[in-house]
């Protein structure tokens, strides 16, 4: 059953031998090296081979995802103060 609100510590270590955290550490690692991407991709090439993937029933949903740093700016933004003002950092 899926559910939201799953932490990593809520990954039930007897089940796969392994804690939440290792796990999460091994995403982190494997995602820096580009393997979990290209891993998705392999698992996705044989599901469509195998006739197990039907497109027509998926659906994503990125609304709950938060972005952490910003994401792209669609150009400057406006000054809030008069131009020419210093700096009182």
């Known amino acids: ?3 939201t609100g799953v932490t990593w510590a809520d990954v039930p ?3 796969i031998g ?3 955290v290792t796990c ?3 995403l ?3 995602t820096e090296a580009g393997v979990r991407p290209r891993l998705h991709e392999i698992l996705l090439a044989e599901l469509r081979k ?3 993937l039907d497109m027509e029933d998926a659906a994503v949903d ?3 995802v938060r972005a952490l740093t910003g994401g792209l700016t669609p150009g400057l933004r406006p000054s809030t103060e008069a131009a020419g003002t210093a700096s009182t950092i």
Do not use: C, F, I, V
């Open 28 to 30: 982190r690692d494997w």
């Open 62 to 64: 990125g609304s709950p």
């Open 13 to 15: 270590t007897e089940a």
């Open 50 to 52: 195998a006739g197990l």
């Open 24 to 26: 999460w550490r091994r």
């Open 18 to 20: 392994r804690s939440g």
């Open 1 to 3: 059953m899926l559910r």
